[in-house]
């Protein structure tokens, strides 16, 4: 049973940095895609960040230039670095992976950041 854990959430003000983690216990067969999303209250969740196989890591606009995806294949674990994090950034983070017979979600973790 393949399973994703976040972690690295919590408060901050708004300037500052969080480094989220993502890391997957079992065996993920033929990954396509690990990405990150995040719920605000009462919105949708949006995607902030996909790496698929083959391709440049895509960020959204908002997070352009602030947040940065990266990954220890040795300890099956995704990293999510936001930097200058905004109040706007606030929301629940996910993390995602796209498999060749499976898809897979984290249970989240909170992100607050005031002003």
């Known amino acids: 049973q393949v399973k994703l854990v976040e972690s690295g959430g919590g408060l901050v003000q708004a300037g500052g940095s969080l480094r989220l983690s993502c890391a997957a216990s079992?065996?993920?067969?033929?990954?396509?895609?690990i990405a990150w999303y995040r719920q605000a209250p009462g919105k949708q969740r949006e995607l902030v960040a996909a790496?698929?196989?083959?391709?440049?890591?895509n960020y959204a606009d908002s997070v352009k230039g602030r947040f940065t995806v990266s990954r220890d294949n040795a300890k099956n674990t995704v990293y999510l670095q936001m930097n200058s994090l905004k109040p706007e950034d606030t929301a629940v983070y996910y993390c995602?992976?796209?498999?060749?017979?499976?898809?897979?979600w984290g249970q989240g973790t909170q992100v607050t950041v005031s002003s």
């Open positions: 995602y992976v796209k498999a060749a017979y499976n898809d897979y």
């Open positions: 079992g065996s993920i067969f033929s990954v396509n895609t």
């Open positions: 790496d698929s196989v083959g391709e440049t890591v």
